[in-house]
């Protein structure tokens, strides 16, 4: 599996937009990106997902680069909720295995 | 909420002793997951069904089993327990079979494992 690299942490204030960074320099093109994030004591949660083109949710938006190497998952508007451990995970369409393969994520304090 | 539950929420056992979890998937879904996350090893896959049948293995130990029901509830058997199985054990589930990477994937809030 296509491997990803984030930063082992990241601080930000509350209200100020995040850009939390992933690179995937290996990445195929049937890979899809997804983004997962865990709040303290929870389990893991969906974040966003896509494949070439940025998507926005109700969470978060994601930005994929031209040649798909890295990505940015933005939160618009931090809040204290926010703070979590976000996980940028590859995911091969078509490919043996569905499972999630999770690395440390990044740690992301937000300050009031 | 995830939709996704797990029971019970705390264990705490002995060594040597035998557990089994078990994780109702979201109305719909097929695919269930069961992940662990230690300390050291951070969330690992363990184990996937689908409808039923066994579709993908991890790094699970041959004293761990799993099976899901036709009710799509599964169970995760723990047995021979060691203290270094102590650890938050997640149950996830997806509405795909797994195999196409785009379907987002619905995590339980975890049963925690205390062995002693």
């Known amino acids: 599996d296509a491997k990803t690299t984030q930063p082992n942490s990241m601080e930000s204030n509350e209200e100020e937009p995040v850009h939390l960074p992933c690179n995937h320099s290996?990445?195929?093109?049937?890979?899809?990106i997804h983004w997962y994030r865990q709040l303290p004591s929870q389990g893991p949660e969906y974040v966003i997902h896509?494949?070439?083109s940025n998507v926005n949710n109700r969470m978060a938006s994601l930005a994929i680069a031209e040649d798909r190497k890295s990505s940015t998952l933005i939160l618009h508007r931090a809040t204290l909720r926010d703070a979590a451990v976000y996980y940028c995970?590859?995911?091969?369409?078509?490919?043996?295995?569905?499972?999630?393969?999770f690395g440390k994520g990044t740690k992301l304090s937000v300050k009031p | 909420d995830s939709g996704v539950t797990q029971t019970p929420k705390h264990l705490i056992t002995a060594t040597g002793q035998r557990v089994t979890l078990r994780c109702s998937p979201r109305s719909g879904d097929l695919s269930v997951y069961w992940y662990q996350q230690s300390l050291d090893q951070g969330l690992q896959f363990l184990i996937q069904y689908y409808n039923g049948e066994e579709r993908a293995k991890g790094n699970i130990l041959e004293r761990f089993s799993a099976q899901q029901f036709p009710d799509l509830h599964s169970e995760l058997n723990l047995s021979s327990l060691e203290l270094g199985d102590s650890a938050l054990y997640f149950c996830a589930s997806s509405s795909g079979t797994g195999l196409e990477g785009i379907y987002e994937q619905y995590f339980g809030p975890g049963t925690r494992l205390t062995v002693t």
């Open positions: 995970i590859l995911q091969n369409y078509g490919g043996s295995q569905g499972n999630l393969i």
């Open positions: 896509g494949l070439t």
């Open positions: 290996t990445i195929s093109g049937t890979d899809y």
